[in-house]
């Protein structure tokens, strides 16, 4: 199984993402780091540690970013909740956070073979552009960075063309796409592919950590909505069946002007793998089963 470091501002489909990659056993999560997104730091940090304490976990959540790299955040309480789990009460972590993510980072890094980490990016890109600026040869060992975020023929949902994790830190975004790991960017083209129903949310009733992805879920439709779209659950899942994605390498540019975040595919751009299909059918299955 793949080594991994999560890192996430959850975040209701940040959370599903995460009971997925605990709950499945097909991940050696190392940890997660927070990263202020969906809602404030102190928040995700708490939401994070509640997460591991559910599913039995003993992993640490390091304290990452608490802002942008160069801006402000952007606020989503409007769809997370101020709590960031649409108001899902979850046991608080017994275990304190650790105080600094990319310092922990660069500790599991280091310790292990180069190349045998992967990071799972379900929100903005700070902590990653943190890493390698401050400890690049670290960052240079990470295996691959699978992102979620941005849009390519899809329309935005902040901007008309920007995404929410891309438009938050586009400057972060830029500072991952010159560093040239191996990265795929796992954009709203895709996620928007893989809804959760009512169906689909009956399908999770049943276990214990089913009833809280399914609870978590109702809060996702709160605005009466028939269908969300799973967008951080997806990057659990190029990670474990890369073959249900269609992969199409391409070169990219961020826009930091006009509609900050937005991605543009261009000749000079800088290499990356973007996910532009996936077989919806086999993704709901297999995150059914991750929840058994
Ligand atoms: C992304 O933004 C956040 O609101 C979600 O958690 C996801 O990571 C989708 O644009
Ligand atoms: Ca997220």
């Given at each position: 199984s793949d080594a991994v470091i999560i890192d996430t501002d959850p975040g209701l489909d940040d959370a599903i993402a995460i009971l997925f990659a605990l709950g499945c056993g097909r991940f050696d999560v190392l940890g997660l780091t927070s990263v202020a997104g969906n809602i404030g730091i102190e928040q995700t940090t708490a939401n994070a540690g509640s997460l591991l304490r559910l599913m039995g976990s003993s992993v640490p959540v390091a304290i990452g970013a608490a802002r942008p790299l160069r801006r402000e955040s952007i606020d989503e309480a409007a769809i997370h909740g101020d709590d960031g789990l649409g108001g899902v009460v979850l046991k608080p972590s017994d275990a304190p956070p650790l105080p600094d993510a990319v310092a922990w980072m660069t500790e599991q890094l280091t310790s292990r073979?180069?190349?045998t980490v992967d990071v799972l990016a379900l929100g903005p890109l700070t902590n990653l552009a943190r890493l390698i600026e401050t400890h690049p040869e670290a960052a240079a060992r990470i295996g691959r960075v699978i992102a979620m975020g941005g849009a390519i023929d899809e329309k935005g949902?902040?901007?008309?063309?920007?995404e929410f994790n891309f438009a938050s830190d586009p400057e972060a975004l830029q500072v991952v796409l010159v560093a040239r790991l191996d990265l795929t960017l796992i954009p709203l083209d895709v996620t928007r592919r893989v809804r959760a129903d009512a169906a689909y949310l009956e399908s999770l009733r049943g276990t214990a950590h089913g009833e809280v992805a399914a609870a978590l879920l109702r809060a996702y439709f709160h605005d009466g909505r028939e269908s969300r779209p799973l967008h951080d659950p997806c990057v659990m899942l190029f990670a474990l069946a890369p073959d249900i994605f269609a992969i199409e390498r391409m070169r990219l540019a961020v826009d930091?002007?006009?509609?900050?975040?937005a991605i543009r595919v261009t000749p000079d751009g800088w290499p990356a793998q973007v996910a532009?299909?996936?077989d919806t059918e086999r993704a709901l299955s297999l995150l059914r089963g991750g929840f058994i």
């Amino acid at each position: 199984s793949d080594a991994v470091i999560i890192d996430t501002d959850p975040g209701l489909d940040d959370a599903i993402a995460i009971l997925f990659a605990l709950g499945c056993g097909r991940f050696d999560v190392l940890g997660l780091t927070s990263v202020a997104g969906n809602i404030g730091i102190e928040q995700t940090t708490a939401n994070a540690g509640s997460l591991l304490r559910l599913m039995g976990s003993s992993v640490p959540v390091a304290i990452g970013a608490a802002r942008p790299l160069r801006r402000e955040s952007i606020d989503e309480a409007a769809i997370h909740g101020d709590d960031g789990l649409g108001g899902v009460v979850l046991k608080p972590s017994d275990a304190p956070p650790l105080p600094d993510a990319v310092a922990w980072m660069t500790e599991q890094l280091t310790s292990r073979p180069a190349h045998t980490v992967d990071v799972l990016a379900l929100g903005p890109l700070t902590n990653l552009a943190r890493l390698i600026e401050t400890h690049p040869e670290a960052a240079a060992r990470i295996g691959r960075v699978i992102a979620m975020g941005g849009a390519i023929d899809e329309k935005g949902n902040v901007g008309p063309n920007s995404e929410f994790n891309f438009a938050s830190d586009p400057e972060a975004l830029q500072v991952v796409l010159v560093a040239r790991l191996d990265l795929t960017l796992i954009p709203l083209d895709v996620t928007r592919r893989v809804r959760a129903d009512a169906a689909y949310l009956e399908s999770l009733r049943g276990t214990a950590h089913g009833e809280v992805a399914a609870a978590l879920l109702r809060a996702y439709f709160h605005d009466g909505r028939e269908s969300r779209p799973l967008h951080d659950p997806c990057v659990m899942l190029f990670a474990l069946a890369p073959d249900i994605f269609a992969i199409e390498r391409m070169r990219l540019a961020v826009d930091l002007v006009d509609d900050p975040g937005a991605i543009r595919v261009t000749p000079d751009g800088w290499p990356a793998q973007v996910a532009m299909a996936v077989d919806t059918e086999r993704a709901l299955s297999l995150l059914r089963g991750g929840f058994i």
